[in-house]
């Protein structure tokens, strides 16, 4: 069972049908959603029919949560299908639940990244905890390309990513397919996939978005790049500004 706080009032009401089912349960008040949910095929594929619904959060996730309680009937000959119970039912499959719906309550670093703050904080937990040791996750892929002159540390890198020599990478988060020329610093960033930083350029404190392009002897600090946003070498030295294209919003 799942209630937004947003929908709660004095009280929450319970069917006998819960209660005849689960008698002892605790209430939690201090849970936050992380908007992570796993759902097997045939069921979403099965709701994304029903145009009726406009949000996975406040339309979705509530109907499965409810529809767990009801219990699989055979449908009489003759008699519609219910469109929430459309899988063939067998005689053994009587009275058991249409589904489940379980949730994991963890106390590990959690961070539910929804917007450009919370996406940065993400970047600070993986890189100040032994999230990616715990996970055991390599900091730099095997398909990653390093040269034997890039001084590289506390970083992740990602598959086919080419670091060039006498470039100069600490406490950065580098994603998959990009390309780092010579003679680059960056440091406390977040380079997305299939980025492309040109000899001589200076990143600090900055998010590069996927398919940007940073042109050489260009410095960039306390920035965000667009995604396919092409920071041209004519702009020598920008800080603290969103660089996108007029026509394109902010993408992460």
Known sequence: MMKSEADVEDMISLSNRILNSQPRFTVHTNLQDAHLYLLDKPTLDQYLNDKSMTTLKGDLIPRLVDQQFKKLKKVKEGEPMDVESTEQVTSADIGQRSLNCTALVTDSPTVRVNNIPAFWEAFRVIKETDLTAQLDIPPVHKLAQLHQQAQVKECNIGANTVISEKT????????????????????????????????????????????ACVEGATSITNCIVGRQYKVASSESSLANQILLDSDRMMHV
Request: charged content about 15%.
């Open 168 to 211: 100069n990478l600490s406490g950065t988060s580098i994603g998959s397919g990009c390309t780092i020329k010579e003679k680059v610093i960056i440091s406390n960033s977040i380079i997305m996939d299939n980025v492309q930083i040109n000899p001589g350029v200076t990143i600090k404190d900055s998010i590069v978005c996927e398919l």
